[in-house]
């Protein structure tokens, strides 16, 4: 199964990416990842990469494009792939239909994942990652108690939470806007695909899943 999910910032992209993989054992592949993995090495690439990513603009399309042509060459993308945060703007979109087609590995489905605006600054301000093994958790709805007992798969030790850089109040509100006027314009470009089902991405994290397996299946 070829899928893109398609989200604003704190729609739920990830977890619910991180729920596919665990239930169709095909890879996710999130650029905002790729990204934040070439600035913590500090390549070239992830030095040119930071700037926009710290200000909550898009990343220059011929970078994100050479990570994600290099990332679907590989041989676990053969039995299908979640793109998570990717395509994020119209020349994106394109670009990856034509990069499927010389594959021959078009696109199954493209999930919207819906979340009012309040809810998503909401979710996107109790956001925090394990800095050893990169799992998301939210304050706002994990207990504290839960999360010192959830041990880290890598260290055998509690979680070390962060804040994502970009997950700040002022780069939110760019990332939110950048959304609106960047990459919405996609959900009627894939409409236009018949591709695009829709859900309600609102509420417990098990049942938006449940959610999305139907609109997989529809
Ligand atoms: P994410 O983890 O998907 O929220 O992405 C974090 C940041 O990485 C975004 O705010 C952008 O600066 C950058 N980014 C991620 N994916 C893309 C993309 N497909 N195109 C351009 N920039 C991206």
Redesign the pocket.
């Known amino acids: 199964m070829r899928i893109v999910l398609l989200g604003a ?1 704190g729609s739920g ?2 977890t619910q990416s991180q729920w596919l993989v665990g239930r169709f054992h095909i890879p996710q592949v ?4 790729l ?2 993995a070439a600035v913590a090495k500090g390549t070239a690439l992830g030095v040119q ?1 930071r700037e ?2 710290d ?7 011929q ?2 494009l050479g990570m ?1 042509r290099e990332r679907l060459g590989e041989p676990d993308i053969r039995g299908g792939f979640i793109l ?6 119209l020349a ?1 979109a394109r670009a990856l239909d034509q990069l499927l087609a010389q594959i021959g590995q078009p696109l199954d489905a493209v999930v919207q994942l819906n979340v009012d605006y309040g809810e998503l600054s909401r979710r996107i301000a109790g956001r925090r990652t394990c800095s050893d093994c990169g799992r998301v958790v939210n304050l706002l709805t994990s207990s504290p108690q839960a999360l010192e007992r959830e041990l880290c798969p890598k260290t055998g030790q509690p979680h070390r939470l962060f804040q ?1 850089p ?1 997950d700040n109040e002022a ?1 939110v509100a760019e ?1 939110l806007r ?1 959304y609106e006027a960047q990459t919405r314009p996609l959900v009627d470009y894939y409409r236009g695909q018949g591709l695009l089902r829709s859900i309600d991405a609102e509420g417990d994290v098990t049942e938006v899943s449940v959610r999305l397996e139907q609109a997989l299946k529809g």
Do not use: E, H, W
């Open positions: 910032p992209k990830g999130s650029t905002g990842d990204l934040r990469a926009a990513m200000a909550g603009r898009l990343v220059a399309d970078i994100v994600i998570d945060g990717f395509p994020r703007n994106q994502r970009d780069t990332r950048v």
